[in-house]
């Protein structure tokens, strides 16, 4: 199989869902047939849902203190119109708060793709459901697309914060909300595929720096800003912008910079946020 977007918008035509299915079909270990694997697609959705509430809870706190709370405030602060960013991409951003703070107090989440950056798919997805009206079915194929632009970053680079720095994680699940996004807004391949690659470049060489090696500070804040660059990069693109650079490229120039990330930049806990003086105390 040939990991590469260019080969995705090839085998694409006019129905980019379909395909992203059946990619996941021949590399998914849950489901041997197509009902099968929507059935394990909708259990996905289900937990992505349960964990955007389980977030939400005002008293939430993660095991070690650092987070939890914080998207039940961003939620009320967005209802009460304090906020300046609408309510739109207030929700989403309060979501991705929620969801990020449930895996940092051992809550059930979906990894999409990875733990870290677990907030910024459920996110998107639900508050685009909740604006627009999406039904669960749409939300799947749309996780299908997305999971196709993450097979091809897995393949072609890293879904690895320790490997590639967070652009690898928080990056990636930009990039594949940004395709999710186009594709639920009737955008055609080529645009999904335009977003993904706004989406990295925005997030090209974004480090990995778990304050004491724990998932919390900054990963459930980038998991918020990772939602506006998805949205954003999926507006360019819906709007006709053309991505000068091929999403292949983009993917594999993240593959390069986290390369060259030093050791303290990829989840040591060493470098950038982790190495602040208040948070080594
Ligand atoms: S900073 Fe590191 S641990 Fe935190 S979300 Fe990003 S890649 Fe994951």
């Keep these: 199989m040939d990991h590469s977007v260019k080969s995705l918008l090839e085998q694409a035509g006019g129905n980019i869902a379909a395909i992203a299915r059946q990619w996941q079909l021949q590399n998914d270990v849950h489901a041997q047939s197509v009902e099968e694997l929507d059935a394990y697609m909708h259990e996905v959705l289900s937990v992505m849902r349960d964990s955007a509430v389980k977030g939400m809870e005002k008293d939430l706190r ?16 967005v209802k009460a119109g304090k906020t300046a960013g609408g309510s739109l991409i207030g929700r989403m951003a309060a ?47 749309a996780l299908y697309v997305a999971g196709a632009f993450g097979l091809v970053i ?13 652009q690898a994680e928080c990056g990636s ?25 706004f989406a990295l470049m925005n997030l090209l060489g974004l480090v990995c720096d778990p304050v004491k090696g724990l ?12 939602i506006s660059i998805a949205l954003t990069a999926a507006d360019m693109a819906l709007s ?16 390069q910079v986290g390369d060259a990330l030093p050791s303290s930049l990829r989840e040591t806990g060493e470098g950038g946020c982790a190495g602040c003086p208040s948070m080594c105390k």
Excluded: W
């Excluded at 203190?65 to 602060?77: P, Q, V």
């Excluded at 999409?112 to 627009?132: D, F, K, M, N, S």
């Excluded at 897995?154 to 967070?166: D, E, F, K, P």
């Design 62 to 77: 993660s095991v070690r203190g650092l987070t939890g709370g914080n998207a039940y405030k961003l939620m009320e602060g």
């Design 95 to 141: 979501r991705a708060l929620a969801v990020a703070e449930c895996n940092a107090a051992m809550g059930r989440i979906v990894a999409a793709p990875t733990a870290g950056a677990c907030g910024i798919l459920p996110a998107v997805l639900l508050t685009l459901q909740e604006e627009y009206g999406y039904t669960d079915d749409q939300l799947v194929n």
């Design 173 to 197: 699940a930009a990039g594949m909300a940004a395709a999710a996004i186009v594709y639920l807004k009737g955008g055609d391949a080529a645009q999904a595929a335009d977003a993904c690659s």
């Design 215 to 226: 998932v919390e500070v900054p990963c459930v804040f980038r998991n918020v800003g990772a």
């Design 240 to 255: 006709g912008i053309v991505c000068p650079i091929p999403c292949d490229e983009v993917i594999d120039a993240m593959r």
């Design 154 to 166: 897995a393949h072609r680079a890293s879904i690895s914060g320790a490997q590639g720095g967070c």
